[in-house]
T-cell receptor
Framework: NAGVMQNPRHLVRRRGQEARLRCSPMKGHSHVYWYRQLPEEGLKFMVYLQKENIIDESGMPKERFSAEFPKEGPSILRIQQVVRGDSAAYFC??????????????FGQGTRLTVV | AQSVAQPEDQVNVAEGNPLTVKCTYSVSGNPYLFWYVQYPNRGLQFLLKYITGDNLVKGSYGFEAEFNKSQTSFHLKKPSALVSDSALYFCAVRDFSGGYQKVTFGIGTKLQVIP
């Protein structure tokens, strides 16, 4: 049973380009979370998605950032017109279910975005 | 709103000595608490969790954590530190108040085990 798969592991983009980060949850998991880890900072919640639905995007910047989790395929975190401040590690986590389920979220290896 | 505090940016301990990484939490309901570890340039690995039951929780790699409701703490401990334990440790709390699971992380504590 493969874990949470994120790709690419490393992504370099020039300022103004678009970055697309992919996350395939664990098999059987229908809930996906995105977190951002800035240098010398902790993990900040960005967005929580279920299949085809955004449930909580309270941690997402209002502009340039978007996320989706289509019925088929991986979850995508999209950053348009990247700036140097977007350089960070972006982690995806998945879980099978919510309330009442005694389980932890499983994390991917992360995508390290560098904006040059 | 739920929150987690890790008061120490870094903890240094000599190899073979016991270690403690501190965590306090704030939640509106029952706490669901976790510890994760992150090795350099790696993702997060689950160490242990407290949902209910015994206050002393045992986890991976010889780590354990003690849940203390009166002090709202969930400190991570290990009786004898190894150099390979050097990593970044995150305490986290899971909340269901919004009708769904949301995990909030502390800022992380860097553990340095000195040979």
């Amino acid at each position: 049973n493969a874990g949470v798969m994120q790709n690419p592991r490393h992504l370099v983009r020039r300022r103004g380009q678009e970055a697309r980060l992919r996350c395939s949850p664990m098999k059987g998991h229908s809930h996906v979370y995105w977190y951002r880890q800035l240098p010398e900072e902790g993990l900040k919640f960005m967005v929580y998605l279920q299949k085809e639905n955004i449930i909580d995007e309270s941690g997402m910047p209002k502009e340039r950032f978007s996320a989706e989790f289509p019925k088929e395929g991986p979850s995508i975190l999209r950053i348009q017109q990247v700036v140097r401040g977007d350089s960070a590690a972006y982690f995806c986590a998945s879980s099978p279910q919510q309330r009442g389920m005694n389980t932890e979220a499983f994390f991917g290896q992360g995508t390290r975005l560098t904006v040059v | 709103a739920q929150s987690v505090a890790q008061p120490e940016d870094q903890v240094n301990v000599a190899e073979g000595n016991p270690l403690t990484v501190k965590c306090t939490y704030s939640v509106s309901g029952n706490p669901y608490l976790f510890w994760y570890v992150q090795y350099p340039n790696r993702g997060l690995q689950f160490l242990l969790k407290y949902i209910t039951g015994d206050n002393l929780v045992k986890g991976s790699y010889g780590f354990e954590a003690e849940f203390n409701k009166s002090q709202t703490s969930f400190h991570l401990k290990k009786p004898s530190a190894l150099v390979s334990d050097s990593a970044l440790y995150f305490c986290a709390v899971r909340d269901f108040s919004g009708g769904y699971q949301k995990v909030t992380f502390g800022i992380g504590t860097k553990l340095q085990v000195i040979p």
